[in-house]
T-cell receptor, first 114, second 114 residues
Framework: AQSVTQLGSHVSVSEGALVLLRCNYS??????LFWYVQYPNQGLQLLLK??????LVKGINGFEAEFKKSETSFHLTKPSAHMSDAAEYFC????????????FGKGTHLIIQP | NAGVTQTPKFQVLKTGQSMTLQCAQD?????MSWYRQDPGMGLRLIHY???????DQGEVPNGYNVSRSTTEDFPLRLLSAAPSQTSVYFC?????????????FGEGSWLTVV
């Protein structure tokens, strides 16, 4: 069975600082991995996804994530935080093991300090 | 460019009342699903459908009912609302499971049961 762990329910960074949101997964087979962002009172929007093409995946709004099989991780980074990045971020995994689709982490709330 | 459309956006129900959350997608996606989002719990799958006429239970199906008479529509019914069903509900769709296909989300429905 697949599972996702996001370390830190809240992460606070200063504007202009590096953003690092951690995601570790558990899967018996090479998975597909996703990061979604949710702005206040809105639905989830895809940031980026890993589908076994390249281990470093670039997404929208300057975010990127690196798939590390040996560490079973898919951490999300952005070199310089903007105030507009304040949102909830969800990591999700799909290992194709069933028709119930993605398994989501519990989310990380990113706070940007001015 | 509608994508996934959910209605209503906000609803207040009394305990014991029933209601239907509507969901429609215009992308000809076979797979549709309903999630609920609660603080600290991430997204949990309620029900899903892999095509018209086919539905199945997710992680938290109790108290909810679904049907899929057309490819486009996937309504979620609350049979007898309870305060524990106070939550944010998201409808989602994707072309097909597996293969790393992006799952698209609606804007959400905020439900309060008093």
């Amino acid at each position: 069975a697949q599972s996702v762990t996001q370390l830190g329910s809240h992460v606070s960074v200063s504007e202009g600082a590096l953003v690092l949101l951690r995601c570790n997964y558990s899967s018996s087979v090479p998975p597909y991995l996703f990061w979604y962002v949710q702005y206040p009172n809105q639905g989830l929007q895809l940031l980026l996804k890993y589908t076994s093409a390249a281990t470093l995946v670039k997404g929208i709004n300057g975010f990127e994530a690196e798939f590390k099989k040996s560490e079973t991780s898919f951490h999300l980074t952005k070199p310089s935080a903007h105030m507009s990045d304040a949102a909830e971020y969800f990591c999700a995994v799909d290992d194709g093991g069933g028709a119930d689709g993605l398994t989501f982490g519990k989310g990380t709330h990113l706070i940007i300090q001015p | 460019n509608a994508g996934v459309t959910q209605t209503p956006k906000f609803q207040v129900l009394k305990t014991g009342q029933s209601m239907t959350l509507q969901c429609a997608q215009d992308m000809n996606h076979e797979y549709m699903s309903w999630y609920r989002q609660d603080p600290g719990m991430g997204l949990r799958l309620i029900h899903y459908s892999v095509g018209a006429g086919i539905t199945d239970q997710g992680e938290v199906p109790n108290g909810y009912n679904v049907s899929r008479s057309t490819t486009e529509d996937f309504p979620l019914r609350l049979l007898s609302a309870a305060p524990s069903q106070t939550s944010v509900y998201f409808c989602a769709s994707t072309l097909a499971l597996f293969g790393g296909n992006t799952i698209y989300f609606g804007e959400g429905s905020w439900l309060t049961v008093v």
